[in-house]
């Protein structure tokens, strides 16, 4: 495979982030992932929490996924962006609705670093 494609998820149980591929039906979405010794494993997680991995990275190297929140300086000033799927236009973008901007997170990825996400970090959101 070229890409990598995963998911991640906070668990139902203890909040922790697990990474894998979701699998979700009418009672439950799971992350689907290997265990230590190669063995599928099914973990429960909270649904909203659900986001894709861009396949992009952060200029520390970290892994960016949607609903991350992200902050980014360049000439004309510093922003805090969160990471959004745009699916019609088939691309990973970041946003932010005071005032409006939206940057193509490939234009940016390795000059950003990962701050938080929506999930663990909803007061981040009050600064977009």
């Not at 039906?25 to 991995?53: A, H, Y």
């Not at 088939?90 to 990962?114: A, Y």
Request: include cysteine; charge should be negative; proline fraction near 3%.
């Amino acid at each position: 495979m070229n890409s990598e494609i995963l998911f991640r998820g906070k668990r139902l149980d203890n909040d922790e982030w697990v990474y894998g591929m979701p699998v979700a039906n009418s009672r439950k979405t799971c992350i689907i992932s290997l265990s230590d010794s190669d063995e599928l494993k099914s973990i429960q997680v909270i649904p909203e929490t659900v986001g894709q991995f861009t396949g992009f990275y952060d200029k520390k190297g970290n892994g960016i996924c949607v609903d991350d929140i992200i902050f980014y300086g360049n000439i004309h000033g510093n922003m805090i962006l969160q990471v959004k799927w745009v699916g019609y236009f088939g691309m990973f973008t970041t946003e932010s609705d005071k005032p409006i901007k939206v940057v193509q997170l490939s234009n940016i990825n390795r000059k950003v670093e990962i701050i938080g996400n929506i999930h663990d970090n909803p007061e981040l959101l009050q600064s977009i």
